[in-house]
C-alpha cells in the first residue's frame, strides 16, 4: 500500500529564504508525482506534474525534483515571499490497474515572515 | 473555463439529514473525482469517474454514500443519513486523463453534520 510522508509538517522562514520541502513515497511504481498548493479554505491549485521519465520540473521560483528509486521528492521555492504561505502537499500516482489512485502526503504548512 | 464548480460552499445540517453536494468538471475533461478532507484523515479519495462511469468507488465509507453523473458536465455526492463523523470539506476535481494529467479541484464543500 503506497504511502506518501511530508516533512517537516509546519515551516517557518523569514522572507527571502530559500527553502526544501520534502516528499517520501513507499512504492516507487509510480506514473507521475504532483505538487499542490492550498490556501486556507480554498481548494488545491496545481503547482507542478512530474511524469516517471521526468527528473524535475520547473516553474518561476519553484522547482520540483523526482528521484523514484530511493521514493522522494523534493519542491524547493526561491526567494521566498509572504504570498508563499500556504499548505503544500505532494500527492503520488500509482499503478493500479482500474483503481489508479491519487494518493496524497499530509502536507506541509509554510509560513513566510515578512 | 471556469474551473471546477462546487454548491454548495458551506452547508450545515442535522444528524439524519440528507446531505447532497454537487460538482460541475471543467468542459472536456473526462475523468471525476470526489475527496474528502479531514485534520484527522487529509485527504482520501471516495469516488471517480471516467466518461461519467463509476471506476473506483472502493474509497465510499458505507452505503449511506453515494454519488452519481448523469451527464459530462454535473456530479453529486449524497449523504444519507448524514452523522457528525461526516463533517469535512469534500472537493471534486477533473482531468483530461487519470494516469498522466493534472488534476484540477475546486474551492470544496464544508460540511457540518450537528
Known amino acids: 500500500k503506497q504511502e506518501v510522508t511530508q516533512i517537516p509538517a509546519a515551516l517557518s522562514v523569514p522572507e527571502g529564504e530559500n527553502l526544501v520541502l520534502n516528499c517520501s513515497f513507499t512504492?516507487?511504481?509510480?506514473?507521475?508525482l504532483q505538487w499542490f498548493r492550498q490556501d486556507p479554505g480554498k481548494g488545491l491549485t496545481s503547482l507542478l506534474l512530474i511524469q516517471s521519465s521526468q527528473r524535475e520540473q520547473t516553474s518561476g521560483r519553484l522547482n520540483a525534483s523526482l528521484d523514484k528509486s530511493s521514493g522522494r521528492s523534493t519542491l524547493y521555492i526561491a526567494a521566498s515571499q509572504p504570498g508563499d504561505s500556504a499548505t503544500y502537499l505532494c500527492?503520488?500516482?500509482?499503478?493500479?490497474?482500474?483503481?489508479?489512485?491519487?494518493?496524497f502526503g499530509t502536507g506541509t504548512l509554510l509560513a513566510v515572515q515578512p | 473555463d471556469a474551473g471546477v464548480i462546487q454548491s454548495p460552499r458551506h452547508e450545515v445540517t442535522e444528524m439524519g439529514q440528507e446531505v447532497t453536494l454537487r460538482c460541475k468538471p471543467i468542459s472536456g475533461h473526462d475523468y471525476l473525482f470526489w475527496y474528502r478532507q479531514t485534520m484527522m484523515r487529509g485527504l482520501e479519495l471516495l469516488i471517480y469517474?471516467?466518461?461519467?462511469?463509476?471506476?473506483?468507488d472502493s474509497g465510499m465509507p458505507e452505503d449511506r454514500f453515494s454519488a452519481k453523473m448523469p451527464n459530462a458536465s454535473f456530479s453529486t455526492l449524497k449523504i444519507q443519513p448524514s452523522e457528525p463523523r461526516d463533517s469535512a470539506v469534500y472537493f471534486c476535481?477533473?482531468?483530461?486523463?487519470?494516469?498522466?494529467?493534472?488534476?484540477?479541484f475546486g474551492e470544496g464543500s464544508r460540511l457540518t453534520v450537528l
Open positions: 469517474f471516467n466518461n461519467n462511469v463509476p471506476i473506483d
Open positions: 512504492d516507487s511504481a509510480i506514473y507521475n
Open positions: 500527492a503520488v500516482m500509482g499503478y493500479g490497474g482500474a483503481t489508479n489512485k491519487l494518493i
Open positions: 476535481a477533473s482531468s483530461s486523463t487519470v494516469l498522466t494529467g493534472e488534476l484540477f
